[in-house]
């Protein structure tokens, strides 16, 4: 009875050891966690699909990339362009997984926003700057044309006559 009990005490240590450590004959690789260099590469390609989709944008950038689990990542990319008279920002949510060579990315989700630049058209800045001008030369004003100096920046001539002021060497009665 003793002599049965030593011998099952090292086939136990033995099975121990084989559940914990996998052999290497067993013909499976030992998995390797995803590293943030592979998330990155594999979510550019994906954001950039979504960035062709759309004619208004023309660059991607990636944020960032936060690992969830040993094998996956979330990635937020910002894909960006404009037009003269919008600008459109979308945050792309790339889903990273996988522990091999290629890991798969697949879009999580896609936010889009447009909004509008400032434009100033030349009769709302001729609108605006004639009262101005009026109030300082009187109603009489001859406004010119305007020039646009930038999206948002007019400039404008104006001209009018003032009455010659009385001589003051000149008596009156």
């Known amino acids: ?6 011998l099952l005490i090292p086939l136990a240590f033995v099975l121990t050891l084989a559940v914990l450590v996998p052999s290497a004959a067993s013909g499976q690789a ?8 592979e998330a990155r ?8 699909e979504i960035a062709r989709r759309n004619s208004l944008v023309d660059s ?11 094998d996956r990542f979330v990635c937020l990319a910002f894909d960006r362009g404009s037009s ?4 459109t ?38 609108a ?11 109603p009489q004003v001859l406004f010119g044309g305007v020039m646009r100096r ?5 400039v404008g001539t104006g001209g009018w006559t003032q009455p010659a002021a009385a001589d003051p060497a000149k008596k009156e009665l």
């Open 89 to 126: 920002t979308c945050r792309v949510w790339v889903r990273v997984e996988g522990t091999g060579a290629k890991p798969k990315a697949t879009v999580n989700l896609v936010s889009c926003k447009n909004h509008r630049l400032a434009l100033l058209r030349a009769a709302e800045a001729e």
């Open 30 to 37: 030992p998995s390797r966690s995803l590293s943030k260099a």
């Open 1 to 6: 009875m003793k002599t049965r009990r030593f």
């Open 60 to 70: 991607v950038k990636l944020h960032g990339c936060d690992r969830r689990a040993a």
């Open 84 to 87: 003269s008279t919008l600008a």
């Open 41 to 48: 590469e594999a979510a550019i390609p994906v954001a950039w």
């Open 128 to 138: 605006a700057m004639l009262p101005e001008a009026q109030r300082i030369g009187g």
């Open 150 to 154: 930038s999206r948002v920046e007019f």
